[in-house]
């Protein structure tokens, strides 16, 4: 058996990147792309600031593993990331921006993406 | 009472001049379903936020003057901005990407320059010289915006929503008008019993 670590880093192999993980492409602010496994999540819980009660949210959120980037995304960066607009295989990309902070995993080796949905600027 | 008929003056008053700039929650042309509020960036709302009645200014008997105040929700949402063209281009190089991503808006700056752009373009209709009464046909006294506060840009999701409150008062004369009550016609209706007519049942 292996080191703790290694073991973390298999588990995130199998769960963010084996049968659960789809195509994500994370174009760096220096325009190079690099395409890597990770998984989507589309929505998350919020709370509605008129009524106080919980509401469901469109959020696409990324899970990537960091051993498998080739740049990692730091604060204040501006970087660009198309991910499918459904789990459907085959499903057409959409393009979103990272504008928000990362959200920590670091210490365990992976990060989460919460985007913004991009539109044609005028 | 009259604060009603100018709150909805109002709201007809931005509607008609919003030339599609922004939407107004009431405004009677447009509906409000799903293909409509998809679209919806920029909305504004109107209130009667309250009022007051100086005792010195009014009468029991006859009419008062109603210090009114309105609260205007302005709201705002949306998305990042980046020229799409260029980043969903697979022929595009790094370099013109990466020019792509530097002229992007990220979504927090867009909304609080599009909510700056709607609280002008509210504002001037408001107080604007044509606009004295608000759009109702009696004059509206002292129309004056006071107050307008913004509130930082808040996330929802994979938008963001920037809101702010603009309050507007006027003077208003308000009369004693006694309930709007219409009382129904009494009907006479006569039975016919066989021998002979009668007045029976009376119902109103």
Known sequence: MGSLRAEIESDLAETLEDDFGMDVTLIDPDGNTQVVSGQVSYTTKGVDPDTGGIVILGQTCVAVRISSLTRVPQIKERWVVRVPSSPVVGAALETYMLDEPVEHGRSIGFLRLYLRKAEQSA | ?204
């Open chain 2, 1 to 204: 009472m009259r604060f009603q008929t100018v709150r909805d003056s109002l709201i007809q008053l931005l509607g008609d001049l919003s030339f599609g700039n922004f939407r107004v929650l009431g405004y009677p042309e447009h509906r409000q379903d799903s293909r409509a509020l998809s679209g919806l960036d920029r909305v504004v709302q109107v209130f009667y936020s309250g009022g007051e009645f100086p005792l010195s200014e009014g009468s029991s008997f006859g009419y008062s003057c109603h210090h009114v105040e309105f609260a205007l929700n302005l709201m705002v949402s949306g998305y990042a901005e980046c020229d799409l063209s260029v980043i969903e281009n697979s022929n595009s190089t790094p370099s013109e990407i990466r020019d792509a991503i530097a002229d992007s808006m990220i979504t927090g700056q867009k909304v609080d320059e599009s909510l700056d752009d709607l609280i002008n373009l509210v504002y001037q209709i408001i107080m604007g010289a044509d606009h004295s009464d608000l759009g109702d046909n009696d004059p509206v006294g002292s129309r004056w915006v006071n107050k307008i506060k913004k509130d930082p840009p808040v996330s929802h999701g994979d938008m963001v929503v920037a809101t702010a409150v603009m309050t507007l008062t006027c003077k208003l004369e308000e009369s004693l008008t006694g309930l709007d009550v219409t009382e129904c016609e009494s009907i006479s209706m006569e039975l016919d019993t066989g021998d002979e007519a009668q007045t029976g049942i009376e119902t109103t």
